[in-house]
């Protein structure tokens, strides 16, 4: 029986929009009632049982690829510990000898184990016993007959501790109603596929997974950032009505699609859509998107999508084909690494953030990059919109270095008779600072720039993205952020290099006049966001985002801007 108190309240940051209210599909990584110690009476199903979830447990282990060096280690313990012939006899004898069921079998064999460990006084031996904890809560929960793994079957809001990008990828996202997660921010990975598969979700709600049980009813209103597990009947009317509002305001939004985003001074904006593979392309259209700013194509790759010879043709060439017919359609080259992984990926690093991630893999893994970039250029023959941008770039010299490769390659396609466009656009991203500072020199090598926020952000403040520990200090209006998206805003214009953005922040309307203000024409975001964002445009007079703009330049810190934005905001 699990103690089950009223309604409780919980607030974190809203990701994609949203009011639902539906029951909670709760699951949390590790989590097991206490074992029983109770004595067998039929030794021998117990046994049977144990041998059987056993085999199934290190089958399960050997076939997890890890994605990172702690889940090496992690599946490494997992796998010695389920194969140690004395922890398996030290099971086998407690249930024989000494009639122990097979969850406490288990049980009392890690703790003699672990205990073991301990004594040893290592630092080392005192993480590994965590490790060993969670392989036990493995072993227990099969027995217990509860799955580890992240299944729905009805549609559901999922509330967890924490998800992976490709846990929620290997999930079927139709069933999801809703997500609140534990952790997470605004632009960590998991939030940004909530976005794009509008699933209505709040992060960082702290300890929300403790709170909730499965199927309990779960009312969110993600546009606030509020959640309440088990709402009353007041609440749950409340939240009756607001549904009401926000499918209204939807609807209104949806009219806008038709119009094109102008300032009422008749400035033109191009809002483009961000995707992570063809099912984000029916959303793009229905937003009425100019073209997708940003492919973001490492998630094809992380859902396998990868062969051999040549990348996904497919793929490459229906989102040509299909959203050529709109404007650009950008493939950003696999950004993976960092926490973007994909299978059989080497990841022993200290700071994968910072680590061997996006163009560094690719110039370290020559066939697979090779093999995007011919998926890529043949793609180009179709749509003379197809346009290659290359990610994390942080300096002139890396740029150089991926422009010989991509030259070599196109000498390859000529060779070979592949077809492609001599004159695809090829752009850099700007996500690091030193790309930033240097975009005056950056912009001299290619056709545009492309803002990547998100990262630009978490380098310039050293504040991690994904870590609601330290959200707080993540601040897209920090004085320093804003000095370099204007920097390189500028050396675009000078060079007649056009410069977007495609980070997260293009997609909030109460940045967009801001942005337009710092002389912004591009900006990519989900599909979703292009509603708002050009709502927010058709109210706007650039001249006076302009005047806006260049009073916050001049502010010393993020919350004075953060003061004049919502100032402006609320009065134009
Ligand atoms: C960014 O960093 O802003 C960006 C668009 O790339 P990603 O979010 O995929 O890292
Ligand atoms: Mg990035």
């Known amino acids: 029986m699990h103690y089950n108190p009223g309604m409780i309240e919980k607030r974190g940051t809203g990701v994609f929009p949203g009011v639902v209210i539906g029951k909670a599909a709760v699951f949390r990584h590790t989590v097991l009632d206490s074992v029983e110690h109770l004595l067998a009476d039929d030794t021998e199903h117990e046994l049977a049982v144990f041998e059987g979830v056993h085999a199934q447990a290190l089958a399960e282990i050997r076939a997890i690829k890890p994605r990172s060096k702690e889940e090496r280690e992690m599946l ?93 990828m290997q999930m079927d996202r139709s069933k999801i109603l809703g997500l609140l997660l534990d952790t997470g921010g605004q632009t960590s990975h998991v939030a940004i596929l909530a976005h794009s598969d509008e699933i209505p979700a709040i992060l960082g709600l702290g300890d929300v997974s403790e709170t909730a049980e499965d199927g309990d009813t779960v009312a969110l209103d993600a546009r606030e950032g509020v959640a309440y597990v088990r709402p009353d009947e007041k609440t749950i009317r409340s939240f009756r009505a607001r549904k009401g509002i926000a499918a209204r305001t939807e609807k209104e939004l949806r009219k806008e699609a038709a119009f ?14 961000n995707i ?41 060439e229906e989102a040509a084909r299909i959203m050529g017919q709109y404007g650009p359609v950008t ?95 090829i752009g850099t991203m700007i996500e690091t600072p030193s790309a930033a500072i240097t975009a005056d020199v950056l912009s001299s090598y290619v056709d545009f720039m492309s803002i990547g926020t998100n990262d630009l952000i978490q380098y310039t403040i050293a504040v991690d993205r994904g870590n609601e520990r330290i959200a707080h200090l993540y601040r897209p209006l920090h004085p320093a952020v804003l000095r370099l998206l204007k920097y390189v805003v500028d050396a675009g214009k000078e060079k007649g ?32 966001s292009i509603l708002e964002v050009r709502k927010r445009i058709r109210t706007l007079d650039s001249k006076s985002c302009a005047d806006f703009a260049d009073n916050v330049l001049s502010l010393r810190d993020a ?12 009065k134009a």
């Open 76 to 168: 490494g313990v997992y796998e010695s510990m389920l194969s140690d012939p004395d922890f398996l006899s030290l099971i086998r004898e407690n249930i024989k000898e000494r009639r122990y069921t097979a969850s406490w079998a288990v049980e009392a064999a890690t703790e003699k184990y672990t205990a073991a460990l301990a004594a040893l006084g290592d630092a080392y031996f005192a993480e590994r016993i965590a490790d060993i904890k969670d392989a036990e809560t493995r072993l227990l929960s099969a027995i217990a007959g509860i799955s580890t793994g992240i299944v729905i079957t009805e549609p559901a809001v999922i509330v967890a501790d924490y998800l992976t990008p490709s846990e929620l």
């Open 260 to 273: 094109p985003a102008v300032t009422v001074d008749g400035r033109r904006i191009h809002l483009m859509c």
């Open 276 to 316: 992570e593979g063809l099912e984000g392309v029916d959303g793009a259209i229905a937003a009425g998107a100019e073209g997708v700013g940003l492919f973001r194509t490492e998630f094809l790759m992380m859902q396998g999508f990868h062969g051999a010879e040549e990348a996904d043709p497919h793929v490459y």
């Open 331 to 425: 493939f950003r080259t696999y950004d993976l690494g960092g926490d973007k992984m994909a299978e059989g990926m080497d990841t022993e690093e200290e700071n994968p953030i910072l680590g061997w991630r996006a163009v560094r893999f690719c110039m370290a893994n020559r066939d697979i990059f090779r093999s995007q970039l011919i998926s890529i250029l043949r793609a180009s023959a179709l749509s003379p919109s197809v346009r290659l941008m290359f990610p994390m770039i942080s300096g002139s010299e890396e740029l150089l270095e991926v422009l010989d490769f991509l030259n070599d390659v196109k000498e390859e396609c000529r060779q070979k008779g592949i077809a492609f466009d001599e004159n695809m656009k």
């Open 497 to 528: 290099v056009t410069v977007s953005i495609c980070g997260e922040m293009a997609g909030y309307a109460e940045y967009t006049p801001l942005l337009v203000g710092l002389g912004f024409d591009e900006l990519s975001m989900s599909a979703h």
């Open 559 to 570: 919350t004075s801007i953060e003061h004049a934005l919502k100032e402006y905001n609320g």
